[in-house]
C-alpha cells in the first residue's frame, strides 16, 4: 500500500485512514464495503478527487470539495446521510489534524 502511495506522491500529497461503518456509496457511483481505508487527495487540478484504498489497493475515486475550517479538526469523523435501499451515502469526511473537510456531492 505504501509504495502505491509513494509512487503518486507528487499527485496525491494528503492522505489518512478513516474506518467506513457502513455499506457506503461516495459520490454517484462509488460504493464501499465497511472496513478500513487509506484515503488520498489528489488536489492538483480544479476538480480535487478522493481516493479510496483498501489493502494498498485502489477501490476508486470520487469527486470532492475541500472545504476550509479556521482550525484543524480534531478528531476523525465519517459524516453519513440517510439509509437508501442497503447503502448510506457518504456526505463528508473530517480528518484529524486536517484543516480541510472533504464534501461529498449527492449520490
Given amino acids: 500500500m505504501l509504495a502505491s502511495l509513494l509512487l503518486c506522491g507528487a499527485a ?20 464501499l464495503a465497511p472496513g478500513n481505508y487509506r484515503v488520498a487527495i489528489n488536489n492538483r487540478s480544479q476538480s480535487p478527487e478522493a481516493a479510496f484504498y483498501k489493502h494498498g489497493k485502489l477501490v476508486g475515486e470520487a469527486p470532492v470539495k ?3 475550517k479556521s482550525r484543524k479538526i480534531g478528531r476523525t469523523e465519517v459524516y453519513y446521510g440517510s439509509l437508501s435501499g442497503a447503502t448510506r451515502p457518504i456526505t463528508q469526511i473530517e480528518m484529524s489534524g486536517w484543516r480541510n473537510s472533504l464534501v461529498f456531492g449527492k449520490s
Fill in 12 to 31: 496525491f500529497a494528503k492522505t489518512h485512514n478513516v474506518n467506513v461503518l457502513y455499506a457506503a456509496k461516495v459520490g454517484s457511483h462509488l460504493k
Fill in 66 to 68: 475541500l472545504v476550509s
